[in-house]
Structure formats: C-alpha cells, structure tokens
C-alpha cells in the first residue's frame, strides 16, 4: 500500500469519523469544521483512512464552499468499528487567501511524509502547533507530530503545556508568546508564512533561549523550499531543503521539489515531481545556493513609468522605529498609472513612493496570522478614494 498518514493517537475517535465518512459519496469532499483540534485531527485521519478527500475549515471558510463539500460539523463519540482502509491517499489543503480567495490544493499523503523524518522531530518532543488548523502550516504541524507518535497541544492564542517543537508564523509566535516568560525547553523553532526581521529573532532569542530557530521560505503548493539557521546570510531565505532544486527564470523562482502537491482542484496548472513549478516570486540565487527573494510577481506594479515592488515598500515601513505591521496596496491614477497607498500599526510611518499612509487602531489578521489584505484594502480606499 502506498505511504499514508498513521498515527495511533484517539484510534476509536478516528474510527468513528472514518464509519461516518465511508457511508458519504466518493465525490464529495469532507470538509471538517468541529472547532475542536483534539477532534479536528482525529477526524482528519479517520476520513483519510477512508480514501475520501478530507480538509479542514475555518467557519469563515464555509460561505466559499461549493457543492463538492459535505461539511462536518457534529462531534462523533469514540467507535470500536474498524475502518475500511482505502490505497487512495489525498487529501485538501488551501492557500491562505489574504488578497484573493483561497485556492484548494490536492495534496497526496506520500508529499508531506517525505518531510516529516527529516525536520528533527522526535516521538519524545512535545510539538506546539499555533494557529487554525485550516491553515496548511499548522495542519502539517499537527499531522507530522501525531504521524510520529509526538506529544501534539493546540495553544489557541495562549502558551499551553511546555514544547519542545513550535511551528508558527512570525505574528502568531510573537502572539502566543508575547509574556516576558522564558521557555527553556524549547529545542527547534520552525517558523514560515511571513516576514522574519531582526526584531523578531531577537524575540525568539530571549524567549526560547536554548531554541534552534529553523526559518523556512515555502508554499502551499511546495511545503518547504528553502530553509535557514545561523549560517544564513542577512536578507536571505536560505538554501535549498533536502531534495529540492531551485532556479531562476527571467528573474522569477522555479521548484523542482518531491514535495510538489497534485494539483488545484479548480485551474489546470501542471504540478509534478519533474517539472519546474513557479512559486510566483523574483529573487535571485548566489555562488553559495543562498536565495534572496526582492518580492511577488502579482506585487510588482508600475509607478511613473517605474518597477515598483510592493514587498520592498512594506519592509520599507516594517524597519522602521515602532511600526509592527504594514501593507501597502495601489490604486488607479489617470496621470501615474498607479498610486501606491499604505496602512501601518503601531507608529508614525512616511515614504517618498507612497502617496498617503493610514494608521489603524486595530490591526486585521487571517486565522493564519497573515494580514488580511482584503481588509486593509478597503480601509485604505475609505480613507483616499477621492484623494
């Protein structure tokens, strides 16, 4: 049988879950939304036992769902009854849907077992995944400890228990950590999904002082593609993770990776294990295997006849004393073309390349811990539209 996910933690909690999905059509999909992680994981790998295709959602996520989906909402109690094991093994993950709406992923099991013996992580380690399990980070969190037979807690957004691995992206650690406590028990840090400045390191540094602090650059559709430690020049997202081939094309960065995922269920994009998959960003490769990424190709814009990353303005604003969160956007102009617009949190922010900054109050982040751009847009053009 092919490689699958296995775990035996909750085993007749995952039963029942894999009784009730084995009576639902073969078609549809079983979209999870328990609110309850413990049962959220038991589900997952109950249904995967069942060769349904199975995700995890947000109850935000529901309202984008079509009529491929059955959704789970009811808790099942344990069950004795065994579950018929299918060979077919995908299951759904989606991109995290700050500026547009999420695309869904078809991912195989085998795509994220190829990583999960070669992270460190141990059945002896406690793994603290941060975050909404609809979120693909802390999905592959959770499914990597339990595949191992790791101790597995959901912290929400408060420190529970004491970790000896974290998986978080840069706001939701600073989030849940955000106390002057030390945790010295903290092994291995792995940390993806946004920007990670010195401000930050310096964080983690002081809270997880005897912490291995694993940066990694990555995509819904690759998991890991680089990843950095201490050796990784400043600016860097670091080298190529085992198994991975990077390259540049015209400017833009191509992953040849076993970790690559099936497909997206709605767009005929070519995804497989031989060829070059565009992670959708400029950057550049030095002598060393180092990669730098200058930004998004869909955030790159034309200002005044000019090349204008958008990614670059927001670090821009992000260096600068007191500011905590940025997000720059552009709007039409008849005479420029475009004018870029920001929203900053957390201080007085100006650039000479953005026409007008907003400081807002409250700071509007995905369940991922992302921005939610789609937010920030709209309170940007409420503030400028007749600028």
């Not at 993806?192 to 390191?201: A, E, S, V």
């Not at 200002?303 to 552009?330: F, H, P, Q, W």
């Not at 921005?371 to 007749?386: G, Q």
Request: glycine letters at 6%.
């Amino acid at each position: 049988m092919s490689e699958r996910f296995k775990s035996n933690k909750n085993k007749k909690l995952q039963n029942a879950y894999g009784v009730w999905a084995s009576k639902k059509d073969d078609k549809q999909i079983i979209a999870i939304c328990l609110n309850d992680p413990e049962h959220e994981m038991a589900a997952f790998f109950g249904i995967a036992k069942t060769g349904k295709k199975v995700c995890v959602v947000s109850s935000d996520m529901i309202k984008i769902l079509d009529k491929r989906y059955t959704v789970l909402r009811k808790k099942k109690n344990p069950s004795n009854l065994p579950i018929n094991i299918s060979k077919t093994n995908n299951f759904v993950t989606f991109t995290s849907g700050s500026t547009k709406k999420p695309k869904a992923i078809l991912r195989s099991h085998k795509s994220w077992i190829y990583s999960f013996n070669k992270n460190g992580v141990f059945k002896s380690d406690t793994v603290a995944a941060l975050g909404h399990l609809s979120h693909s980070l802390t999905l592959y969190a959770a499914t990597e400890a339990m595949h191992i037979g790791a101790n597995l807690i959901f912290t929400g957004l408060r420190p529970l228990g004491e970790p000896t691995i974290i998986y978080a992206t840069p706001t939701l650690l600073k989030l849940v950590y955000k106390n002057n406590i030390i945790y010295p028990k903290v092994r291995k840090i792995f940390i993806g999904g946004g920007t990670f400045n010195d401000l930050d390191r310096d964080f983690c540094q002081q809270r997880f002082p005897n912490a291995e602090i694993k940066v990694f650059y990555g995509t819904a559709e690759t998991s890991f593609i680089t990843i950095s430690d201490s050796k990784t020049p400043p600016n860097s997202v670091g080298q190529a993770y085992e198994g991975v081939k990077l390259e540049t094309i015209n400017g833009g960065v191509f992953v040849t990776t076993p970790m690559i995922a099936e497909s997206y269920l709605d767009e005929q994009i070519s995804m497989n294990v031989d060829t070059p998959f565009s992670t959708g960003e400029i950057g550049h490769i030095d002598n060393n295997g180092f990669l730098f990424l200058e930004g998004r190709l869909d955030r790159a814009v034309n200002i005044s006849d000019k090349i204008v990353y958008l990614d670059t303005l927001e670090n821009d604003l992000m260096s600068l004393s007191g500011i905590e969160y940025a997000a720059v956007i552009t709007i039409p102009d008849a005479k420029r073309g475009q004018k870029a617009f920001a929203a900053v949190y957390g201080g007085i922010a100006s650039h000479p390349k953005i026409s007008g900054i907003i400081n807002l109050k409250e700071w509007p982040l995905l369940l991922s811990g992302k921005t939610d751009y789609i937010k920030v847009t709209a309170s940007i053009k409420e503030a400028f539209y007749e600028k």
